[in-house]
């Protein structure tokens, strides 16, 4: 089985990345780089799950992230899941007119779209967006690629931006809807 704590030892070898218990801070418009189309992430049950494991990043503006669980394809791998990149709204550039020239916004904007953005996109934090996810599986497809700027430089890369669904999370028993009853004969 793979292992998130893993990965949260490996990434809290940076100096710029704290551990925690609690998320701090507004949603905003981050952005995951290692989804992959068809991913499936299975989040934690509660915030207790996670005690200890909220990595702060000082070097990106205090966003924060946590590992997790995910699969695609029935291959189990661990992401770093960013809870602020839900209600990214993406902004296409391209470039320049000429040699050197600074890359230019094309007035086009991808947002994220699906009933996770839904359930998230009016939380005023991230620890509310949070409590919309707990013990949730959620499911990346991709909805529309674009060329953006990288964070922080002149340089165009390819991204995407996605439909983010609840999916039932895998391998749990399956659940009848609340109020339901059975016939008897």
């Known amino acids: ?83 602020n990149s839900l209600c990214r709204v993406g902004v296409e550039y391209t470039k320049g007119d000429f040699e050197g020239a600074l890359a230019k916004r094309t007035g086009n904007t991808f947002p994220n ?14 620890a509310k967006a949070m409590e919309q996810l707990y013990g949730k599986a959620i499911k990346f497809t991709k909805l529309k690629e674009y060329t953006a700027l990288r964070f922080g430089t002149n340089d165009l890369r390819d991204t995407n931006s996605w439909t983010i669904e609840f999916v039932p999370v895998p391998g749990a028993a399956p659940t009848r809807p609340s109020g339901s009853s059975r016939s008897r004969r």
Request: aromatic share 4%; glycine share 8%.
């Open 113 to 126: 779209e699906g009933d996770v953005v839904d359930a998230v996109k009016g939380c005023p934090t991230v």
């Open 1 to 83: 089985m793979i292992d998130p704590e893993v990965e949260l030892t490996r990434a809290l070898e940076n100096p710029d990345n704290v551990k925690g218990s609690s998320f701090t801070g507004a949603m905003r418009s981050g952005e995951m780089l290692n989804t992959v189309d068809g991913d499936v992430i299975i989040m934690p049950s509660s915030l207790e799950e996670l005690d200890g494991k909220i990595i702060t990043h000082k070097n990106l503006r205090n966003a924060q992230s946590i590992m997790c669980r995910a699969i695609n394809n029935g291959v189990e791998k661990v992401v770093e899941f960013w809870p």
